[in-house]
């Protein structure tokens, strides 16, 4: 299944606690019920995303992987 998100953030390059920082950043841009892309190619993103979301209570939509790149995808709760 191919997702789509609303805006794309490009974090490749960037490594722990980086990612995480940009997506902190970026989503207080979107509108509540919009979906953020991350690119990433950093794999502590496959534990620290879901964690984040948790904390910051933001939904973790999901992610896919594909040749050590990763596509997370977070939907602006609040």
């Known amino acids: 299944m191919t997702r789509k ?7 490749v390059g960037l490594y722990c606690p980086m990612p995480i920082a940009a997506t902190a950043r970026k ?3 979107l509108q509540v019920g919009q979906v953020l892309e991350i690119l990433a190619d950093d794999q502590g993103i496959k534990e620290d995303m879901p964690a984040w979301c948790r904390v910051t209570g933001h939904e973790f939509v999901g992610m896919e992987e594909e040749k050590g790149q990763y596509k997370v995808y977070v939907k602006k709760s609040k």
């Open 27 to 29: 989503i207080k841009e």
């Open 5 to 11: 998100g609303d805006v794309t953030l490009d974090c």
